[in-house]
């Protein structure tokens, strides 16, 4: 399985490129400091270090994407519960809802989630 790690600032960066792609970098230079605070010298730091990686594609000063959120998305919650509840979604699920209460709309949609993901 890739790995499509990324730490929390540059998941906030790609989430800009993930709505607003393709995007010129001038104008996502525009958004990072505005969205995020960011100087253009740090957007384009780390525009260059997830173009390395593999996760963005910069041509012709057009950004877009190479992963989709989804995956990293589905990687990062797998090693979260993974990691914290020894791989356990009954005690995930317990924890995230720590005794709140769900809508009867919200309990029809993890229904229909966990039908479809049966064996």
């Not at 399985?1 to 906030?12: G, I, P, R, V």
């Not at 969205?35 to 012709?60: H, I, M, P, Q």
């Not at 959120?69 to 995930?92: I, M, R, Y």
Request: proline share 2%.
């Amino acid at each position: 399985m890739e790995s499509y790690k990324l730490f929390d600032a540059e998941y906030k960066f790609m989430s800009l490129v993930w709505d607003h792609e393709p995007v010129n970098s001038t104008e996502l230079v525009k958004l990072s400091n505005t969205v995020l605070g960011w100087k253009k010298s740090t957007t384009y730091t780390v525009l260059r270090k997830l173009c390395e990686r593999g996760f963005l594609r910069n041509d012709a000063a057009t950004v877009t994407t190479l992963v989709k959120k989804e995956a990293v998305q589905k990687q990062e919650s797998e090693s979260l519960v993974q990691k914290t509840f020894g791989g356990s979604l009954p005690q995930f699920l317990t924890a995230f809802l720590g005794g709140r209460k769900l809508s009867a709309q919200e309990a029809e949609e993890l229904k229909r989630i966990i039908e479809e993901a049966e064996e």
